[in-house]
């Protein structure tokens, strides 16, 4: 016996041993003298031999994705998302730092009642040197609407090519959010005639072209030398699989990675330790986590008590910087964001719980007619943060007196939001709120009758009415009024909380610029103006 | 009057042991010493929750992963919880999800073996045959993919574990069955008229049960560590239940700012499990001496 407990004083004494090894502070393990960059091995990464203009040309940028798709292609899912971060692909707008659409491959869009014009710039090429032509363009968005559920609408569209650079869209009804909604990404273009393998090689008008991509895994680009805005600094990019997030961190500190966005709020801390080696940068995303409260499980009072009870400002405390709090689906600094959630008020959550006869009980339980509230189910998923948020939020309502558990999905997609039968009390969900700098694809997507998230039963005729009437209605400050309209209902409904909007946090290497580091888009990441690490 | 001078030595004589009879006390000693430790973490467990200094499940943003201080022992998790205290709640859960996982486990795979080996036939061919294909799979791997279907709770956590866990009580069940059921005092039982309930109770089962109960001390280790192994994947408790798999996953991500919120879970689990084998060996040790 007396050997075991030698034994066990020794491994014990071993594994601190061991564990005191691994965790050096953070501003040791950054120390350029001890860390070993795999970026200043790579040929690629040498000195810039050629220069343009004020900016050096060559380099390599080495970053992660959490998630890498089995294929290339932008019309399938949404990896048109992926490909436009990459640097692959452009779509025919973009939105600016400053959610603005503007023009990127196209030149301009006249929309004249249900025409609209499209003109494409001069000098758009593909990768293999052959230019953009308005004839490509219509066979991409054909492409896509045949292949991509979310675009089956453009089947309804009518294009006619003019000439080479002009493309006239024929719709069946005026479709004021157009210019939106080609500043997706994925109304990108491929060159059709020449991509063999689209999946794995499609030839696109990025700045970068595929030169290994393994699906699912690793991908490496290479410069565009056909790149028609100008010249590209980088050589090459490299976007490793990692998932996890410990590894993305070693990773950036022994100098293999040299930027990944979304870090964690943790990371942010050990990042900012350093600022000589790291460059942070923090913008507002249109991702946000909101939660849907069921009114056939949850009566009115709950519901709208449950509304004033959320404390969004201590659950973004938590989050140290990687959340926002949000009082509504769009930012209030939109015309069409102005109708927004009550903050927190617990006085006011007491007052509509009495008002609905509930009386707390000794175990501070809300309780009716002597029968105290059973515990509702927080229905959610491990992933960005959002079982965090649910066990704050179990906290905070327990603490209220509304008692809750969590229940973890691992994909809500297949259960609660999908499955009509999957009876939940409250369940949580992400997604980009504003895509395209306009209000209809989240009304449409959440509020509607029989939309994917509609599964509240909210939708009702008069919201309908009142979507139908957006949908055509052209003037901003009007199509703003309706939003605003339709949003105050929503909320007035209490089956939909907005919670916390999500930031773009992003870590860069010295040197490293134009990351698209300032976006809220998370769609935009590599550019022809981004720059390799400083050696 | 003459004085009888008795010598003491001679009133008590101290009777020789063999050796084998000396190392039979010796491990006798050491198992009692062993079992007294595992009972008292069994107590321990099972009252800790009432011994926490803080509220385990109290979120605090003013005192997010502060180190060991007296306020907090063990210091603090990333929602600025008591990891002492969470260790402490952890450890009902830890401890005695194991324990309830080995019991049924236990007597699931002993009722199992037992019928198996006594009557034999068609039903011991096709329940054998259903322990090999689980045996063939790796435990863990069946497990992660039982609780991913049935997803994430304790009690799925435990169904996941103990769908195979049984099997290994089956066939060390059975294998004694059989054997014991083919000593002549099985024949003379039957020849007097006892049924066959009453041998498997009386005679079977007692026969058994301490190469069974062996097993069962040995296997607590490896379930501690499968429970806390699919917590440790997302697979086990739902948050913020306090189990110490998930406590080292969940603190694994700031591991750099706060290396205390892994390492007291992840010592809780080494120690409990290390102390559980230990007792488990030397209840073997103990009973393979007896055998001798």
Same mark, same amino acid.
């Given at each position: 016996?007396?050997?075991?407990?030698?034994?066990?004083?020794?491994?014990?004494?071993?594994?601190?041993?061991?564990?005191?090894?691994?965790?050096?502070?953070?501003?040791?393990?950054?120390?350029?003298?001890?860390?070993?960059?795999?970026?200043?091995?790579?040929?690629?990464?040498?000195?810039?031999?050629?220069?343009?203009?004020?900016?050096?040309?060559?380099?390599?940028?080495?970053?992660?994705?959490?998630?890498?798709?089995?294929?290339?292609?932008?019309?399938? !899912?949404?990896?048109?998302?992926?490909?436009?971060?990459?640097?692959?692909?452009?779509?025919?707008?973009?939105?600016?730092?400053?959610?603005? /659409?503007?023009?990127?491959?196209?030149?301009?869009?006249?929309?004249?009642?249900?025409?609209?014009?499209?003109?494409?710039?001069?000098?758009?090429?593909?990768?293999?040197?052959?230019?953009?032509?308005?004839?490509?363009?219509?066979?991409?968005?054909?492409?896509?609407?045949?292949?991509?559920?979310?675009?089956?609408?453009?089947?309804?569209?009518?294009?006619?090519?003019?000439?080479?650079?002009?493309?006239?869209?024929?719709?069946?009804?005026?479709?004021?959010?157009?210019?939106?909604?080609?500043?997706?990404?994925?109304?990108?273009?491929?060159?059709?005639?020449?991509?063999?393998?689209?999946?794995?090689?499609?030839?696109?008008?990025?700045?970068?072209?595929?030169? %290994?991509?393994?699906?699912?895994?690793?991908?490496?680009? /290479?410069?565009?030398?056909?790149?028609?805005?100008?010249?590209?600094?980088?050589?090459?990019?490299?976007?490793?699989?990692?998932?996890?997030?410990?590894?993305?961190?070693?990773?950036?500190?022994?100098?293999?990675? !040299?930027?990944?966005?979304?870090?964690?709020?943790?990371?942010?801390?050990?990042?900012?330790?350093?600022?000589?080696?790291?460059?942070?940068?923090?913008?507002?995303?249109?991702?946000?986590?909101?939660?849907?409260?069921?009114?056939?499980?949850?009566?009115?009072?709950?519901?709208?008590?449950?509304?004033?009870?959320?404390?969004?400002?201590?659950?973004?405390?938590?989050?140290?910087?990687?959340?926002?709090?949000?009082?509504?689906?769009?930012?209030?600094?939109?015309?069409?964001?102005?109708?927004?959630?009550?903050?927190?008020?617990?006085?006011?959550?007491?007052?509509?719980?009495?008002?609905?006869?509930?009386?707390?009980?000794?175990?501070?339980?809300?309780?009716?007619?002597?029968?105290?509230?059973?515990?509702?189910?927080?229905?959610?998923?491990?992933?960005?943060?959002?079982?965090?948020?649910?066990?704050?939020?179990?906290?905070?309502?327990?603490?209220?007196?509304?008692?809750?558990?969590?229940?973890?999905?691992?994909?809500?997609?297949?259960?609660?939001?999908?499955?009509?039968?999957?009876?939940?009390?409250?369940?949580?969900?992400?997604?980009?709120?504003?895509?395209?700098?306009?209000?209809?694809?989240?009304?449409?997507?959440?509020?509607?009758?029989?939309?994917?998230?509609?599964?509240?039963?909210?939708?009702?005729?008069?919201?309908?009415?009142?979507?139908?009437?957006?949908?055509?209605?052209?003037?901003?400050?009007?199509?703003?009024?309706?939003?605003?309209?339709?949003?105050?209902?929503?909320?007035?409904?209490?089956?939909?909380?907005?919670?916390?909007?999500?930031?773009?946090?992003?870590?860069?290497?010295?040197?490293?610029?134009?990351?698209?580091?300032?976006?809220?888009?998370?769609?935009?990441?590599?550019?022809?103006?981004?720059?390799?690490?400083?050696? | 009057?003459?004085?009888?001078?008795?010598?003491?030595?001679?009133?008590?004589?101290?009777?020789?042991?063999?050796?084998?009879?000396?190392?039979?006390?010796?491990?006798?000693?050491?198992?009692?010493?062993?079992?007294?430790?595992?009972?008292?973490?069994?107590?321990?467990?099972?009252?800790?929750?009432?011994?926490?200094?803080?509220?385990?499940?109290? %979120?605090?943003?003013?005192?997010?992963?502060?180190?060991?201080?007296?306020?907090?022992?063990?210091?603090?998790?990333?929602?600025?919880?008591?990891?002492?205290?969470?260790?402490?709640?952890?450890?009902?859960?830890?401890?005695?999800?194991?324990?309830?996982? /080995?019991?049924?486990?236990?007597?699931?795979?002993?009722?199992?073996?037992?019928?198996?080996?006594?009557?034999?036939?068609?039903?011991?061919?096709?329940?054998?045959?259903?322990?090999?294909?689980?045996?063939?799979?790796?435990?863990? /791997?069946?497990?992660?993919?039982?609780?991913?279907?049935?997803?994430?709770?304790?009690?799925?956590?435990?169904?996941?574990?103990?769908?195979?866990?049984?099997?290994?009580?089956?066939?060390?069940?059975?294998?004694?069955?059989?054997?014991?059921?083919?000593?002549?005092?099985?024949?003379?039982?039957?020849?007097?008229?006892?049924?066959?309930?009453?041998?498997?109770?009386?005679?079977?089962?007692?026969?058994?049960?301490?190469?069974?109960?062996?097993?069962?001390?040995?296997?607590?280790?490896?379930?501690?560590?499968?429970?806390?192994?699919?917590?440790?994947?997302?697979?086990?408790?739902?948050?913020?239940?306090?189990?110490?798999?998930?406590?080292?996953?969940?603190?694994?991500?700031?591991?750099?700012?706060?290396?205390?919120?892994?390492?007291?879970?992840?010592?809780?689990?080494?120690?409990?499990?290390?102390?559980?084998?230990?007792?488990?060996?030397?209840?073997?040790?103990?009973?393979?001496?007896?055998?001798?």
């Amino acid at each position: 016996m007396l050997k075991k407990l030698i034994a066990t004083v020794l491994i014990l004494t071993m594994a601190l041993t061991a564990l005191t090894a691994c965790s050096g502070t953070p501003a040791q393990s950054n120390d350029p003298g001890k860390s070993d960059p795999v970026v200043s091995n790579d040929p690629g990464s040498s000195a810039p031999e050629v220069t343009a203009g004020t900016t050096a040309l060559g380099g390599t940028l080495k970053t992660v994705e959490t998630f890498m798709y089995p294929s290339l292609d932008p019309v399938k !899912d949404y990896y048109s998302w992926h490909s436009q971060k990459y640097g692959l692909t452009e779509s025919l707008f973009r939105l600016t730092d400053d959610i603005e /659409v503007v023009p990127w491959l196209a030149e301009g869009l006249d929309i004249a009642d249900n025409v609209a014009t499209l003109t494409l710039k001069d000098g758009v090429c593909f990768s293999n040197g052959n230019p953009l032509t308005a004839d490509m363009v219509k066979r991409n968005m054909l492409r896509l609407a045949e292949n991509n559920k979310r675009f089956y609408y453009l089947n309804d569209f009518q294009l006619d090519v003019t000439d080479e650079k002009t493309l006239v869209i024929t719709m069946p009804t005026a479709l004021p959010t157009l210019r939106n909604e080609l500043a997706n990404p994925e109304f990108c273009m491929i060159d059709l005639d020449n991509s063999t393998d689209i999946d794995n090689n499609p030839i696109c008008t990025g700045p970068f072209k595929v030169e %290994t991509f393994v699906p699912e895994g690793d991908l490496t680009l /290479v410069r565009n030398e056909n790149y028609w805005d100008g010249d590209v600094i980088l050589d090459s990019v490299t976007f490793y699989a990692m998932s996890d997030e410990q590894s993305k961190l070693m990773a950036m500190q022994n100098g293999e990675i !040299d930027a990944y966005d979304n870090i964690t709020a943790t990371d942010i801390e050990i990042y900012s330790t350093d600022p000589a080696a790291y460059q942070l940068f923090s913008v507002a995303m249109q991702a946000r986590c909101y939660m849907f409260m069921n009114p056939d499980r949850l009566d009115a009072s709950i519901r709208e008590a449950i509304t004033l009870v959320i404390d969004r400002e201590t659950i973004a405390a938590f989050m140290g910087g990687v959340l926002t709090p949000t009082y509504g689906a769009f930012n209030d600094d939109t015309a069409y964001g102005k109708s927004q959630q009550p903050q927190m008020n617990l006085e006011a959550a007491k007052a509509v719980m009495e008002a609905g006869g509930y009386t707390l009980n000794a175990s501070n339980v809300y309780e009716k007619d002597g029968k105290a509230i059973p515990t509702i189910g927080l229905y959610c998923y491990a992933a960005r943060n959002i079982d965090k948020i649910a066990v704050l939020i179990l906290e905070q309502l327990s603490n209220f007196g509304i008692p809750c558990e969590i229940k973890l999905v691992e994909d809500p997609d297949g259960t609660y939001m999908t499955d009509p039968s999957y009876e939940f009390d409250i369940c949580f969900y992400r997604m980009t709120t504003d895509k395209t700098g306009d209000p209809m694809p989240f009304i449409e997507g959440v509020v509607m009758s029989g939309s994917y998230q509609d599964i509240t039963g909210y939708g009702n005729a008069e919201a309908d009415a009142k979507i139908e009437e957006l949908r055509f209605t052209v003037d901003p400050a009007k199509r703003a009024e309706i939003a605003n309209d339709i949003m105050k209902d929503y909320y007035a409904a209490n089956v939909f909380v907005s919670l916390l909007c999500y930031n773009r946090n992003i870590v860069m290497a010295t040197g490293v610029s134009n990351f698209s580091e300032a976006n809220p888009y998370e769609y935009y990441g590599v550019t022809h103006k981004t720059t390799p690490a400083t050696k | 009057m003459e004085m009888v001078k008795q010598n003491p030595a001679a009133t008590k004589i101290k009777p020789m042991l063999t050796r084998s009879q000396r190392k039979h006390q010796r491990l006798k000693r050491k198992t009692i010493l062993w079992a007294i430790i595992v009972s008292l973490i069994l107590v321990f467990s099972f009252f800790a929750t009432y011994f926490t200094p803080n509220d385990p499940y109290e %979120t605090n943003p003013l005192a997010m992963r502060q180190g060991p201080s007296a306020e907090y022992p063990f210091g603090t998790d990333n929602l600025g919880r008591c990891v002492y205290s969470r260790i402490l709640e952890g450890a009902r859960t830890s401890i005695f999800a194991t324990i309830m996982l /080995v019991i049924i486990s236990f007597f699931v795979g002993t009722v199992i073996g037992v019928l198996c080996g006594y009557y034999g036939g068609v039903v011991d061919d096709i329940v054998m045959r259903f322990t090999d294909i689980l045996l063939s799979v790796p435990q863990l /791997v069946l497990a992660i993919a039982v609780a991913g279907i049935l997803g994430g709770s304790l009690m799925n956590t435990l169904i996941a574990i103990g769908i195979t866990s049984w099997t290994s009580y089956a066939r060390l069940a059975r294998s004694h069955a059989m054997r014991i059921r083919q000593l002549p005092f099985i024949n003379a039982c039957r020849l007097t008229g006892c049924s066959d309930f009453h041998i498997i109770i009386t005679h079977v089962v007692p026969n058994l049960i301490g190469p069974m109960l062996v097993n069962a001390t040995l296997e607590i280790g490896t379930t501690m560590l499968s429970i806390a192994g699919l917590s440790f994947l997302g697979l086990g408790v739902a948050p913020p239940t306090a189990e110490w798999g998930s406590m080292v996953s969940e603190a694994r991500s700031y591991l750099q700012l706060a290396p205390w919120a892994v390492f007291a879970p992840a010592l809780a689990i080494l120690l409990t499990v290390m102390l559980f084998n230990y007792f488990g060996e030397s209840v073997c040790d103990l009973a393979n001496s007896q055998e001798a």
